[in-house]
C-alpha cells in the first residue's frame, strides 16, 4: 500500500487550472519551476535517506558476519586438532634434536681418538672356481 495518493490525468487538469486561475497567467511558469526544484530536492532527500538505510543494512549484516567468523574461529575443531599435534610433535623433537647432538658428539670423539683416520676396508675375497655337489638321487 503507498503512502503517496495515486494522482490520474483528470486530478492533474484539475489542479493545473485551478493553480492558473489562482496564481495568474504570468507567474505560473515560475510556480512551475519552483515546484520542480522542491520535486527535485524531495527525490534527491529520498535518494540520501535509502542509501543511508542500505548503508545502515549493510553494516549491521556485515558485523553479524564478523561475529560469525569470529564464533568460527574460536571453535574451529581444525584448528584445535592441529594445535594438539603441535603439542604432541614438541617434545618427540626436542628429543630427536637432543639424540642427534649426541650422536654428533659422540662420533667427533670418536674421529679424535682414531687419529681423525679412517681404516682402509680390507679386500673381498676372490670368488673360486669350485661348483656345487651333485644332488643325491632320490630312492624310490
Not at 526544484?37 to 524531495?42: F, L, P, V
Request: proline share 8%; net charge negative; glycine share 4%.
Amino acid at each position: 500500500m503507498s503512502l503517496l495518493p495515486q494522482f490520474g490525468f483528470f486530478e492533474l487538469v484539475v489542479v493545473a487550472i485551478i493553480a492558473l486561475v489562482v496564481v495568474g497567467p504570468r507567474d505560473l511558469p515560475k510556480l512551475m519551476r519552483m515546484a520542480g526544484r522542491m520535486a527535485g530536492q524531495a527525490r534527491k532527500m529520498a535518494g540520501e535517506f535509502r542509501a543511508a538505510f542500505d548503508q545502515m543494512a549493510r553494516e549491521a549484516d556485515m558485523e553479524e558476519m564478523r561475529q560469525e567468523i569470529e564464533s568460527l574461529k574460536r571453535n574451529n575443531p581444525v584448528a584445535d586438532a592441529k594445535r594438539s599435534i603441535e603439542d604432541a610433535v614438541k617434545p618427540v623433537e626436542k628429543m630427536v634434536r637432543e639424540e642427534s647432538n649426541e650422536m654428533r658428539d659422540a662420533m667427533s670423539k670418536a674421529g679424535a681418538n682414531a687419529g681423525e683416520t679412517t681404516p682402509e676396508p680390507e679386500a673381498a675375497p676372490e670368488a673360486s672356481d669350485a661348483k656345487p655337489a651333485p644332488s643325491p638321487e632320490r630312492a624310490e
